[in-house]
């Protein structure tokens, strides 16, 4: 695993949780940086992306809500989670997403839980 991902948590409905990715300098710098997430006996789904130059996309679901950022200098991605909802909670995976020839690599997956 080379990409470190923070710890998550419990929060209730409404509440905010930001989590926060570590990766390796030559991946982060060439790579588009992301997270997606996956419910209990459901596929991971993309969540948010951002670019090597800052260009961000989200999912529908979380439009408005969150907001994905990096810091280049420390060679992290952040995702802010505001106004989360029940169905919201899943393990949440950082992911890389070389621009070159390359697998994708994964953060160990931290886990969400929005109460209700």
């Known amino acids: 695993v080379q990409l470190q991902a923070s710890r998550g948590g419990l929060v209730q409905a409404g509440g905010s949780l930001r989590l926060s990715c570590a990766a390796p300098?030559?991946?982060?710098?060439?790579?588009?940086m992301g997270w997606y997430r996956q419910g209990p006996g459901k596929q991971r789904n993309f969540v948010a992306k951002i670019t090597t130059e800052g260009a961000t996309n989200y999912a529908a679901s979380v439009t408005g809500r969150f907001t994905i950022s990096k810091d280049n200098a420390k060679n992290m991605v952040y995702l802010q989670m505001n106004s989360l909802k029940p169905e919201d909670t899943s393990v949440y995976y950082c992911n890389a997403d070389p621009i070159g020839p390359g697998g994708d690599s994964w953060g160990q997956g931290t886990q969400v839980t929005v109460s209700s």
């Open positions: 300098r030559n991946i982060f710098s060439t790579s588009v």
